[in-house]
Each structure stands twice: as C-alpha cells, then as structure tokens.
C-alpha cells in the first residue's frame, strides 16, 4: 500500500514570497489533515478536511495560510506572504473517516529567510 | 496550560533497560490516546494507541492508561539502539481534534 505523498521536501523562499504545498493522501483515506511542526515542538493542526469539505480550521491563520482540496483526493496548502515564523516541517495525514489512527507523509521542510 | 504535556527529558537509558515515557492531558473527555515514533528529520509514526483504561502490550511496547488521573505511559522494554527516537503523544480531545506532546527524546546507550 503507498504511503501519504507530499511534495516538495525541502524548500527555501524569502519572506513575503509564496509557497505551496502539495499531497496526495493514501488510497480511500477520506479525512486529510495538514500539520505544522515547528522545531523542538509537536505537530499542530492547521486544517482538517473529510472528503472536500473542511471540518476544521480554527488554528489555521486565514490571513496568510489557505488550503483546497477538490475532488476530495489531493489537497494542496499556500502560504501568501511567508513570514520568518512560518519555517517548519508541514506534515500532511490522512486516515479512513471515524478510524482514530493517522497515517503522515514524509513533511515537506520550509527554510524562510 | 498545556493540553497534552509530557516529560521534558532527554531521556537517556542503556540497552537492554526499560525506557518509561509520561504524557498528561487537561481534557477529560478524551477518548483515544496515541503514541507516535518519530527519528529525526523523519515523520511521526504512529506504534501504539490505547482507548480503555489499562495496560495494552504490542511487543516490546506497553500502554498504559489511567483516566481518573488523566495520566498515559508507554513502557519499552529491552530496549535497542534502534529505539532512539523522539517519542510523541497524542490525544484525541472532545472536539476530535488530535492534540500533540512537544515530545520525549529517548536515546538508548549501546
């Protein structure tokens, strides 16, 4: 079975350029879920979707961060303007809907300078 | 306070030895409680979950759960170098959401 898939892995922009991100959760995983993971912290929900529609995004900070995913398949998360504090590791999950284990993708390094 | 607090560490044992590793959380209605592996610069990997009150063994691992007190253990034992990890818990609040530990370092001295 494939895993969650998430490009890029690393990336490297000056504040206040964009970036987006991208994931492919694992086949018939209906609940996705992107994560930031700061350093030296744990990973903190931004935003959950179950199919295409979101089911929560109370800590996703709405002025700079939107995320989409159509087709409730692939999601993909944009940062507009990037701030020094947005450096993290963005983990996407996903898992089949009312089943409590989630499953991460190999994260997605971003290095704003 | 923090919802989901663990022991600050770093925890440092010899091989062979019990690795003992503490999460408390503030939501009492919690209902699902999750260990996550994560090596570095990997992605957390989830190894155990528990949801009832007790012990609950897979292998060298051991969950424990005690509601009253709001208190989740993972028990490795024998440990192995290989166990060196940043160790991650989770809960699921009463909201659905799944709130993590900043995590426990465990380093496992050959």
């Known amino acids: 079975e494939a895993g969650v898939a998430q490009s890029p892995r690393y990336k490297i922009i000056e504040k206040r350029q964009s970036v987006a991100f991208w994931c492919n959760p694992i086949s018939g995983h209906a609940t996705l879920y992107w994560y930031q993971q700061i350093l030296g912290q744990g990973p903190k929900l931004l935003i959950q979707?179950?199919?295409?529609?979101?089911?929560?995004d109370s800590q996703l900070p709405k002025d700079r961060f939107s995320a989409e995913r159509l087709k409730g398949v692939d999601s993909t998360l944009k940062i507009q303007p990037a701030k020094l504090e947005d450096s993290a590791v963005y983990l996407c999950?996903?898992?089949?809907?009312?089943?409590?284990?989630?499953?991460f993708g190999p994260g997605t390094r971003l290095t704003v300078t | 306070q923090k919802e989901v607090e663990q022991n600050s560490g770093p925890l440092s044992v010899p091989e062979g030895a019990i690795a003992s590793l503490n999460c408390t959380y503030s939501d009492r209605g919690s209902q699902s409680f999750f260990w996550y592996r994560q090596y570095s610069g990997k992605s957390p990997e989830l190894i155990m979950f528990?949801?009832?009150?007790g012990d609950k063994e897979d292998g060298r691992f051991t969950a424990q759960l005690n509601k009253a007190s709001q208190y989740v253990s993972l028990l490795i034992r024998d440990s192995q170098p290989s166990d060196s990890a940043t160790y991650l818990c989770a809960v699921r609040t009463n909201d659905y959401k799944l709130s993590f530990g900043a995590g426990t370092t465990v380093t496992v001295r050959a």
């Open positions: 528990i949801y009832s009150n």
């Open positions: 979707f179950q199919n295409n529609g979101v089911v929560d």
């Open positions: 999950a996903s898992s089949f809907p009312g089943v409590y284990e989630q499953y």
